[in-house]
């Protein structure tokens, strides 16, 4: 296969390709398999390459890893986690690291034979397309093994009587909608760290914008913070989480720009400096500077 081409694939010719295994589960347009210690020797040829899927895909890894290219971005499923893929993603599997593996490929006619609503279902799995590969917690994690399992035990039980076709098809929907509302829950907690993440961008420019009108007055947290409505402690933490500095190094590094500026471009003397940059001495000041400099104004000043 030319490594440049993207070979198109639909569940039917997949199939061909890869033929299911003995202990797959093939349902009216849907397949079930898994996949122990897939390595570098795991006939996986097809996914060497980038190949576009045009089914509904769910991976489940349970241990070891596999890197693969979705869209052009990397991801790495490692244990517990859930790799979802909308019709369409393009897949390539760069490696795998003693992974075990469950998966789910699922035409769109059979996700509508089964009286799921496609419409929400798409959406869910496009709404995760930026970043399909969801990490699970212990209560959901198994809650997949607990659908995946139902799945399997009555599927091998090849019992064709309406009933029993019947329960098939009630598992496969309540399975769908399980994995849904695991999606539905990973887009829920993505928004609220989005938005505590919009809070927290919030607070840092609001602080340097305070920080631009006072930095000459004051060089207190206390005081910023009282402007923000927050606790010192508090308001050091944001930044420190959002920038990877604290107020203080923010304050200072703001006092100690306009230190060297003033030193280099006014005539005003160094006790003008210190005094218009609310020092309250001549001393203080060059004590100030040189801790966060490692020189004096005064050399800072003749090095011009």
């Known amino acids: ?20 295994q003995p202990n797959d589960l093939y ?7 898994r996949r122990e210690l897939l390595n570098e020797d795991t006939p996986l040829e097809l996914f060497r390459f980038p190949t576009r899927i045009n089914a509904f895909g769910v991976v489940f890894c349970s241990k070891g ?13 490692g244990p517990r986690s859930m790799f979802v893929c909308p019709p369409g993603t393009i897949v390539q599997v760069e490696s795998e690291k003693d992974a075990a593996v469950h998966f789910v490929l699922c035409e769109e006619e059979f996700i509508q034979r089964m009286n799921i609503d496609l419409k929400h279902f798409l959406y869910l799995f496009m709404a995760v397309r930026e970043n399909p590969c969801l990490s699970l917690d212990e209560e959901e994690w198994e809650e997949v093994n607990y659908s995946l399992e139902e799945l399997f035990k009555e599927g091998r039980s090849h019992r064709k009587d309406p009933i029993s076709i019947e329960i098939m098809r009630q598992l496969f929907r309540t399975a769908s909608y399980r994995f849904c509302r695991i999606i539905d829950r990973r887009l829920a907690h993505q928004a609220e760290k989005a938005a505590v993440r919009d809070r927290k961008n919030d607070y ?5 914008e305070e920080l631009s009108k006072h930095y000459m007055q004051e060089r207190s947290v206390g005081f910023y913070a009282e402007q923000l409505h927050l606790t010192p402690k508090y308001l050091t933490t944001i930044l420190r989480t959002t920038t990877g ?21 006014s ?3 160094i006790q003008e400096i210190a005094y218009y940059l609310n ?6 000041f060059g004590k100030y500077f040189k801790q966060h400099t490692g020189i004096t104004p005064t050399a800072y000043r003749s090095s011009k």
């Open 27 to 33: 349902y009216e347009g849907c397949i079930l398999g």
């Open 267 to 269: 005539t005003m003397n």
């Open 65 to 77: 890893s596999v890197t693969t290219i979705a869209n052009l971005k990397h991801f790495v499923i």
């Open 279 to 284: 020092f309250s001495n001549q001393s203080f």
């Open 204 to 208: 840092f420019n609001r602080f340097l």
């Open 1 to 20: 296969m030319d490594e440049k081409e993207i070979l198109s694939v639909s569940l039917a010719s997949l199939m061909k390709i890869h033929p299911p």
């Open 245 to 265: 500095r604290t107020a203080t190094e923010w304050i200072d590094e703001y006092v100690v720009l306009e230190a060297k500026n003033l030193l280099k471009y």
